[in-house]
């Protein structure tokens, strides 16, 4: 049997976090099971009772947690996609998923307000949406992340091997 | 890579669920992976925010469900274990999750008062614990169980072994 693992992958809204799950679901899909933690299917499943502030979001982090726990036990590879922007809330992850990588995807800021692909940005920067990340909320960057990828140096493709390669090096494949 | 399912275990508080569902663990931990839906854990971390109204149970309920289609659909083997009172619930379930078998744990009222191992019937019936399902709130039996077992006539090792035949015969084996 597999030993399962979550690629916890952590950063700013349009950091690229989406893209490089769907790497990652497309590089294991034919020889693994994997999941990806992200989106709507997620809030819908697990948060529908849940919005957007601070205590909301610790919240449906905590079930996300939960979730992705249950199934790297059982063999499958989690790819969580989550802005998860507090430093307490991801080592706690850390603490409750037993093999568990965490993965900044980093991007600055002016790049991510520039991509904006659902604007979000727009919305947040003319005070429609509040207490978004990076904009009038922080975003606490990993001090020790297992991993950095870059979005704005290197392409989707890059980013998913050096995953791949560090997963490799944490004896997670 | 395996095909995971579900075997949902419905029945009164007291009829065998977590009984039969352990001994289902016990069968299958050393060759397949498989998760209990059951007790504690479960309520700790999809359901810390909810009690058990109504209204709780059944957010609780859709929340193990989306848990345990992920698992079935990444090769799991869940087995959950939840008295799950309400058809709706179950039907819900059975089109949520692609493999699912429901079977239903029975046992008469008045043996499950009998037994009674964590003393919730005898404060129900004292009037101590509210909307008791089988005292004071209603369970609705499966009218298209996929197996019925009778706890009060069978050993629990017969149980599990006619849920192993029943899961082999739906092609879930």
Redesign the interface.
């Known amino acids: 049997?597999n030993n399962g693992f979550c690629i916890w992958l952590t950063g700013l809204s349009a950091s690229g976090k989406t893209t490089i799950a769907q790497g990652l679901l497309r590089h294991f899909e034919n020889?693994?099971?994997?999941?990806a933690m992200d989106g709507d299917e997620i809030r819908k499943?697990?948060s529908?009772?849940l919005g957007f502030s601070k205590e909301d979001r610790n919240?449906h982090n905590?079930?996300v947690i939960?979730?992705s726990?249950?199934?790297a036990?059982?063999?499958?590879i989690v790819v969580v996609a989550l802005i998860s922007p507090y430093r307490e809330t991801r080592a706690y992850a850390k603490e409750a998923i037993s093999n568990m990588m965490e993965v900044f995807v980093k991007a600055p800021i002016d790049v991510c307000i520039e991509r904006d692909p659902k604007g979000l940005y727009k919305r947040a920067l003319a005070g429609e949406i509040k207490q978004f990340t990076g904009i009038d909320d922080p975003y606490e960057e990993p001090l020790n992340a297992d991993l950095i990828v870059e979005t704005h140096k290197e392409t989707p493709e890059e980013s998913v091997n050096k995953i791949i390669e560090r997963a490799k090096a944490m004896g997670f494949l």
Do not use: A, P, Q
């Open positions: 049997m020889n693994r099971h994997i999941e499943g697990l529908r009772d919240e905590h079930r939960f979730c726990k249950l199934l036990r059982n063999g499958v």
